[in-house]
């Protein structure tokens, strides 16, 4: 079966098309982020993007809108970043705006940094509130990197759905209740106005459940009369699980989320007459483990520390979370505005932030993965380098893993299928 990216998107759709341009235009950016207050959701913000360059800490609050936007968006939005202290905000619209609206937006929207840009995902161009910040990257990479990501945050979604059945089918299981409450502590660690409480929040959240995947894929195992191993496996490399691969791809996201956050409270730091002498104070008053601080210490020296996050982005939503060969890096550098070594050595901080056994990488024959990447997010991976490389077929970049990229294809094209059936007519 085929599938197609939407000619006439929904809301949803129109949303992820957005906030995938944001990130292959070079910007990390963070989705669909609700507020909640005792258990009814008070706002839900689009996207929020950090630029990867030197202008990291000048986030941007962008609030996509399929239809045309309204006077009334430009003050909602200043609003929302006036008491989310975000410095700039941006509507993005997939309608002209109405002629006799025109002149009160040129007026109106910089004085209060709130502004308004066109997009048409069929064909995307720079917008002018968020501008290209890889603009030595390649247009037919960066435009692969932006169809695949919408992709994927439409099969983020689709498998958030699945978690979601799954959890109201069990209403009195304590472990999804569990799952439930760690996906809302990573939620909410966002509305931090200190980035450095920001980490707290979700090193707390990692430490009140550690491993949570790994006990639901124990409980899956007990509630089947199933092998655990045989479910793990299932869940790296098949459709079967979903609800397990969404918490999977939850726990990696917090991970990259940790380090952001720490390069912007470092950041921040450095803006103080102490410079780092706070940041190293917060960091050991938190009782974060050391790790934690030898790696906000190697990221902080690098010369491309405010590409890091960004690059650990693309690496686990767009590139599957693994590498084939020079021509991943080369792609992967090229997005990311860094050095083929700065690559490998953003990459390596994982075992530095994280260390576990045996590090956090494993390679079988031409391919190197992070362990404990869901099937479908690895499907995404093989979808970048089939459209990016226009690959008819995977054994030409991996001759001998090739059938391994093709199983992870199809638990992405499962996936989406329910959604993004091409009209084969």
């Known amino acids: 079966m085929a599938i197609s990216l939407p000619k006439q998107p929904t809301g949803d759709q129109f949303e992820e098309a957005v906030a995938s341009w944001v990130r292959a235009s070079g910007y990390f950016t963070e989705n669909r982020t609700v507020f909640d207050y005792d258990g009814r959701e008070v706002l839900e913000l689009d996207v929020v993007a950090s630029p990867k360059s030197d202008k990291f800490l000048s986030r941007i609050l962008v609030d996509a809108k399929k239809a045309s936007a309204h006077f009334g968006d430009i003050f909602k939005i200043y609003g929302w970043r006036t008491f989310l202290n975000i410095p700039t905000g941006c509507i993005v619209h997939g309608s002209a705006l109405r002629e006799h609206e025109t002149a009160a937006f040129q007026q109106v929207c910089p004085k209060v940094a709130v502004h308004a840009n066109q997009f048409n995902p069929g064909a995307p161009v720079p917008l002018g509130s968020l501008p290209l910040l890889n603009g030595a990257a390649l247009d037919d990479l960066r435009r692969a990197a932006y169809a695949v990501g ?53 090193y707390d959240a990692y430490k009140n459940d550690p491993g949570i995947s790994g006990e639901c894929i124990e409980w899956q195992a007990r509630r089947s009369g199933g092998d655990a191993k045989k479910i793990a496996s299932d869940v790296r490399d098949t459709t079967e699980f979903l609800w397990i691969q969404h ?134 991976g093989a979808f970048m380098r089939k459209v990016s490389r226009d690959l008819s077929a995977y054994s030409q970049v991996a001759p001998t893993m090739g059938w391994l990229l093709s199983n992870w294809h199809n638990s992405a094209l499962q996936i989406l299928e329910r959604e993004l059936k091409a009209d084969e007519k």
């Open 150 to 202: 919408w992709y994927q945050l439409i099969a983020d979604r689709l498998v958030l759905e699945d978690f979601r059945t799954c959890r109201k089918q069990h209403p009195n299981e304590q472990l999804f209740a569990r799952a439930r409450e760690y996906r809302r502590a990573c939620q909410l660690s966002f509305f931090e106005a200190d980035p450095f409480r920001r980490v707290q929040l979700l």
């Open 247 to 380: 918490l999977l791809s939850l726990e990696t996201r917090a991970r990259v989320l940790i380090i952001k956050n720490g390069m912007e409270a470092a950041l921040q730091s450095e803006r103080t007459d102490t410079k780092m002498a706070s940041f190293w104070k917060a960091v050991k008053l938190a009782g974060l483990p050391d790790n934690f601080g030898q790696g906000f210490d190697l990221a902080s020296k690098s010369p491309h520390r405010t590409a890091i996050p960004y690059l650990l982005q693309l690496y686990t939503e767009v590139f599957g979370g693994f590498l084939v060969d020079d021509t991943d890096y080369l792609q992967l550098a090229s997005l990311s505005g860094v050095s083929n070594q700065g690559v490998t050595e953003a990459l390596d901080l994982l075992d530095v932030f994280y260390p576990t056994t045996n590090g956090w990488h494993t390679t079988s024959k031409e391919v190197r993965m992070m362990k404990w990447i869901p099937a479908y997010r690895r499907g995404i």
